[in-house]
Every structure is written in C-alpha cells, then in structure tokens.
C-alpha cells in the first residue's frame, strides 16, 4: 500500500475508563481503579441493567456492562449507586472545555458522553509531539476530574480508535501510524472494527476471512461485489485508510426527522396505550415545532410483551406538513387500530415524524382554523420553556397510563 498518497494527521481518540463509575467514585471519594462500584439504572428493580463498572469490580468478578442488577456479587465492600445522568454530561461538557485549551472547538469531534476525537496538527512547536500532548492531556483529566482515561494516537480516527480499543486500554496511551498496521492490527480477529457485527462476521468467515490481515489480503473485487460499499469500506480500514474529515463542525447534522419512543416498564392494554401515543407525539410535536419544522409522513412502531412476541410498524402521510400534537395522534391512532392485533399487550411505543418542511412552507386550509391550532402549541411549548416541562400538561398525562411526568426525571432513560 502506497500511504504516501493518503493525508497524515495527528488525531488522539481519548475514552473514560468506567466513565459512570469513575464519577461516582470520585463523589464518594474512592479510587476508581481500585473500589468495587456498579451504576444500576434503578436498584428498586432487580433486574435493572448494570450502566457501569469500576475496572475493579470487572476484573474480580466479570461484570460487565450487560449484566443485571441481581447478578452482582454479594460483597460488603461493593457501592451499588443509581444512574445521574446529568453529573455525568456535566462532567463531560467540562472535560471538552478543558480540551479548548489545546485546540478550538473545530478540532473536537465529540462521539459519544464518554468519547473524543481530538486533532492536534500543527500543535508540536507549542505542547510538543503528539504522544506528549496525550500525556499532557491524560495528567489533566486525572488532575482535574479524578478520572482516569486512555488514548489512542493515529494517523486519522480510524486508526486513533482502534488502536485505543485493542491496545490503550491496556497501556494507557497507545499510537498506531500507518506504518504499524500489519504489526497492530492484522493479527486482530475481523469483528474488532466498525462495521463488522455478528451477521458480517460469520459472512467473512464463511470466506476463509478470519483476521484483518486476511481481509486486507482478500481481494478487492471480490469484497465489493459480495458485501457493496461496506466490503470496500472494511477492505481500507484493514489497510489502516480512513478519509473522515478531521477538522470541521461536527456539531451541526441536518435533521430528517424527529422520533420519540420508550420501553414500557409493565405490559399496556389497547385501552391504555392511546395515553402513552399521546404523550409521544407531543414531545415529537414540541421539538418540530422548537425547530421550526413541520412533517408530512407519520409513523407508529408497536412492539408485543414478550410472551406474545412480535409487533408492527406502519406509517401514512398527511397531505399538508404539521406539527400539531392532535394531528399526529389522530393519524397514529389510525394506524393502531388498523393494525393492531386486537389481543396482545403492548411494551414498546414509537413515534416519528419525517418528510419535512420548513414551517413557512404548511399551507393554509379553507375548512379548519390552522392557525389557531399552532398557535396553542407554541404557547403550551412557551410555558413548558419557562416553567418547565411538567408545568403544563394534558389530563390524560396524570393518569397512570401518563409517562410524561416519570420521563421527565430521567436523561437519557434513567434518572438525572
């Protein structure tokens, strides 16, 4: 491979070790390396979900961050702690702030709470090489938020990512350039990058292709008609190649649609669930309208209780773009009724809107007063802003059907 033809940056991808255990380590004033500390979504519930580990607690006893509640161990030295999701986005907010001092924010490309691409070019004359920089910036995460953090250095995001996933978790700061490919990653097996599941693994298995070093040895061609653009993308991510823009706004996304959906926490009846679809629609409502965008296509997903299995999703399209919470929930109540089963209860709902348009765009209609119908949903979304999100709702979201007022304790769906 001629890598002479490929651009070279110095781009650090930095992961919180534990991060949700870390911070609530931290607030009870423990190592987060040493104690044995597990975030549970809900403790009332035993069969809630471990969100997070301390490193501690997975060595000794093999959790993981897809464990239960009741699976953890009976140990008097363990700290089982709930969820608070917003101490841990304002610890990460403050930790992309501490980054500022190094690079501007076009520089920063965020990729999950936890997670960040940092590119560092131009930067040695000032802090130094860009495994010094890394230090530098692993000392001051310690330092300030008491957090431990490892990082992957490469020659783009790819690189700087994978090489962070198989090699500085466990050294702490890890680089890898293009040079190092076959010597770093080839030896991995496929289903340790992007991209590669369980489904796409067993595809490349079935063709002899067990290591990225076989799939960087596997014909192009032959890649690309099996598997389109994916084979391809997986083909150059072997050899180490990645294009992804490494200075930008990686902020800004167009919106194509706004959706909202939630995972009941008991089985719904079809006499109740019309409550749960109203909720939906007007918080999808209240963003389109935040937005100033409105939709012509709607969509209801509904998913059964497990022991009946199964569900439908189905969408219309109405043919002047809204934003009115009535509107939506006249439509996805068709949709229910048309297509629900009659019999099964129900644990999952969602609702989306798409196909949209600016709201300058909606048409007046001769037969229903539009304007008045907006104008009480920019006005319960003003009141909602001001005094908040409960402030005012409908009656129905008080019943205990409602999910409005439960959801709006939690960030992320688990409490704040």
């Known amino acids: 491979m001629d890598y002479s033809?490929?651009?070279?940056?110095?781009?650090l991808c930095i992961d919180m070790r534990s991060f949700y255990a870390s911070v609530e380590a931290v607030k009870l004033h423990l190592d987060p390396m040493k104690a044995l500390l597990a975030v549970v979504g809900d403790p009332s519930r035993s069969g809630s979900i471990v969100l997070a580990a301390s490193p501690a607690l997975k060595k000794k006893y093999g959790i993981s961050n897809v464990s239960r509640f009741f699976e953890l161990p009976k140990d008097q030295n363990l700290h089982i702690v709930p969820a608070h999701m917003a101490d841990y986005l304002k610890v990460s907010t403050e930790i992309i702030k501490l980054l500022y001092q190094y690079v501007p924010k076009e520089a920063i490309h965020p990729y999950s709470v936890d997670e960040v691409w940092v590119t560092v070019n131009?930067?040695?004359?000032?802090?130094?090489?860009?495994?010094?920089?890394?230090e530098r910036i692993k000392s001051d995460i310690l330092e300030c938020f008491g957090i431990t953090c490892s990082i992957g250095i490469g020659d783009n995001k790819f690189l700087a990512k994978v090489v962070m996933d198989l090699h500085a978790k466990k050294q702490g700061i890890a680089e890898c350039t293009y040079e190092d490919v076959p010597q770093k990653l080839w030896p991995f097996p496929v289903e340790t990058i992007w991209g590669v599941g369980s489904r796409m693994k067993k595809n490349l298995q079935r063709m002899g292709i067990i290591t990225l070093g076989q799939l960087a040895c596997?014909?192009?061609?032959?890649?690309?008609?099996?598997?389109?653009?994916?084979?391809?993308q997986l083909y150059w991510h072997a050899w180490g190649i990645d294009l992804s823009p490494v200075i930008g706004n990686f902020i800004k996304t167009e919106q194509k649609g706004f959706g909202h959906g939630i995972s009941l926490l008991r089985d719904y009846s079809k006499e109740e669930v019309h409550v749960c679809i109203l909720d939906l629609c007007e918080?999808?409502?209240?963003?389109?309208?935040?937005?100033?965008?409105?939709?012509?296509?709607i969509q209801l997903g509904i998913s059964y209780s497990k022991e009946t299995g199964g569900g439908f999703s189905r969408s219309a399209s109405v043919s002047i773009p809204t934003n009115v919470t009535m509107d939506m929930y006249h439509v996805c109540m068709d949709l229910f009724f048309r297509f629900y089963d009659g019999i099964s209860s129900i644990r999952r709902v969602y609702?989306?809107?798409?196909?949209l348009y600016g709201k300058q765009a909606t048409q007046l209609s001769l037969f229903e007063d539009r304007a008045k119908k907006d104008d009480i949903g920019y006005t319960m979304d003003a009141i909602r802003a001001k005094y908040g999100a409960t402030s005012l709702l409908r009656a129905s979201s008080y019943t205990d059907a409602g999910i409005t007022i439960e959801r709006s304790k939690k960030i992320g769906g688990h409490y704040a």
Do not use: W
């Open 283 to 297: 918080e999808v409502c209240r963003r389109a309208r935040t937005a100033h965008m409105a939709g012509k296509t």
């Open 218 to 232: 596997f014909d192009l061609q032959r890649l690309r008609k099996r598997f389109g653009v994916m084979g391809e």
């Open 122 to 134: 131009g930067l040695k004359r000032r802090f130094g090489s860009r495994l010094e920089i890394a």
């Open 5 to 11: 033809l490929y651009p070279r940056n110095d781009v």
């Open 351 to 355: 609702v989306t809107l798409t196909h």
